[in-house]
C-alpha cells in the first residue's frame, strides 16, 4: 500500500468519525441530544468511533495476511470435538521468575511486577501450527502484607496492560478502601509484553484463539497461586478480557464470584462486524470470520457456553447502552445466559472506563462478595 492510499484512507476514516457517531446515537434509544446528560453521551459514543477508527487503521492490508478457510478445518474439528472442558489444559503451578516492587509515581500505589515462564499447552493442532509453547507470563500486584484477604483477578480490555491501567481502574480504592488484594494478569501482546511473542489480538481467528487460550491458562494459573492467600476469589474482565474472565469462572471451580464489563462475545466476531467500516474490500476476510468453520474454531472460547461456578447473586454484568464497540448485544446474551446482577450504564464502551457510576456498582458487588 503506498503512502498516497495510505494517508487518503486515513484522512476517509477520520472523516467519517463524526457523522459515524451521529448516526450511532440517532439509532440508540433513550438519547436526550438537547441536554447536557445528551451531549455527554454524544461525546462518549465519539470516543468509541474514535478508538475504532484507531484499530482500523492499525489493521494495515488484510488482504495479505488472510489465512485460507481450508487451513482452519483441522483446528475446528479437534477443538470443537473436544469442547471447553476438554480444550483448557489444568495450568501447572506457577513459580515466579522474578518479583519487582515498584511505585507508581503521583498515584501514592506501590505494586509488584511478578513474571513467570507458562506452557497452555494447547491442543495438537494448535501447537503444531507454532502456537503453542512457553512464554513469560506478566502479572502486577497491589498486596497488603497481612492475610488471608479477598482477592481481585482483573484482566484488561483490548490495547491496555499498561501500570496506566492500575489508575484508570481505580485499583486503588479497591485495594486501600476495600482491603482486597489485586492481581492484573498482562495479557499476551500487550503492555510490557506487547513486542514480545506471541502477538496477540491478531488478523488470523487461529492465532485470535490460541492467544485467548493462553491467556485463560495463565489467568488461571494466577488464580490458583492467590486461591491460598485468600479468603474469597473474584474474576472481572473488562472488553476483550470479559470472555478470558467468564472461562476462568467456569473452569476454575473454587473461584467465588465473576464480574464482566461491557463484554463482547468473541474476538474474531467482534472484528467481523467492524470490518464493513473498510467497505466492499474486506468482504473475504469478514466471510472467514462468519464461517462456520471459524464458528466451530473459536466455540472454545464463546463466554454462553460456560457454566461459571458463582452462584448468580455472584455475577455481575455492566453493560454500555450506547456501546458502538461490543454494541448491546452480548450484555443482553449474556445476561439471559447467567441471569446475575445487571447494571446498565447510560454511556458508551470507552466512556464507562472514566465513569464513577459503574465504580460505585463494582465497590458495592466486591463489600458483599467479600462479606
Not at 479468603?231 to 464470584?257: C, F, Q, Y
Amino acid at each position: 500500500m503506498s503512502w498516497t492510499t495510505r494517508g487518503l484512507d486515513i484522512t476517509r476514516e477520520l472523516g467519517m468519525v463524526v457523522p459515524r457517531a451521529v448516526t450511532g446515537i440517532n439509532e440508540s434509544t433513550g438519547w436526550a441530544g438537547a441536554s447536557p446528560r445528551g451531549m455527554r453521551q454524544f461525546g462518549e459514543v465519539f470516543l468509541d468511533e474514535l478508538v475504532l477508527s484507531g484499530f482500523t487503521l492499525l489493521g494495515g492490508n488484510l488482504t495479505k495476511r488472510v489465512r485460507p478457510l481450508s487451513a482452519c478445518a483441522a483446528a475446528a474439528e479437534e477443538l470443537s470435538a473436544l469442547g471447553i472442558d476438554g480444550a483448557h489444559a489444568d495450568p501447572k503451578p506457577l513459580r515466579a521468575t522474578a518479583i519487582q516492587r515498584r511505585r507508581l509515581p503521583g498515584a501514592g500505589l506501590t505494586y509488584e511486577r511478578m513474571t513467570f515462564e507458562h506452557d497452555p499447552a494447547l491442543p495438537k493442532t494448535l501447537a503444531a501450527d507454532g502456537l503453542g509453547g512457553p512464554a513469560r507470563a506478566v502479572v502486577h500486584l497491589c498486596r497488603h502484607r497481612d492475610g488471608p484477604r479477598p482477592w481481585l483477578v482483573w484482566v484488561h480490555g483490548a490495547g491496555q496492560g499498561g501500570v496506566e491501567d492500575l489508575v484508570l481502574s481505580r485499583i486503588g480504592r479497591i485495594h486501600h478502601r476495600l482491603g482486597f488484594n489485586v492481581a492484573m494478569p498482562v495479557q499476551p501482546g500487550h503492555g510490557c509484553r506487547r513486542r514480545e511473542w506471541p502477538a496477540y489480538p491478531d488478523l488470523d481467528p487461529l492465532r485470535n484463539v490460541a492467544g485467548m487460550m493462553r491467556a485463560v491458562s495463565e489467568v488461571r494459573a494466577v488464580v490458583r497461586w492467590a486461591q491460598p492467600q485468600a479468603t474469597t476469589v473474584v474474576v472481572a474482565g473488562i472488553s476483550m478480557g470479559t470472555p478470558v474472565a467468564a472461562l476462568v469462572s467456569h473452569l476454575e471451580r473454587r473461584v467465588d464470584a465473576v464480574a464482566l464489563y461491557t463484554p463482547i462475545l468473541g474476538l474474531n466476531a467482534m472484528i467481523a462486524r467492524h470490518l464493513g467500516r473498510w467497505g466492499s474490500s474486506r468482504d473475504g476476510y469478514r466471510e472467514l470470520l462468519e464461517s462456520s468453520v471459524v464458528s466451530r474454531l473459536t466455540s472454545v472460547i464463546d463466554p454462553l457456553a460456560v457454566d461459571p461456578a458463582p452462584p448468580p447473586q455472584r455475577r455481575l454484568i455492566v453493560g454500555a447502552w450506547h456501546d458502538r464497540m461490543a454494541m448491546r448485544e452480548p450484555t443482553i446474551a449474556l445476561q439471559e445466559r447467567w441471569n446475575g446482577q445487571l447494571y446498565w450504564y447510560d454511556g458508551s464502551h470507552v466512556g464507562q472506563v472514566f465513569s464513577r457510576r459503574p465504580q460505585r456498582v463494582s465497590e458495592r458487588f466486591l463489600r458483599e462478595v467479600a462479606g
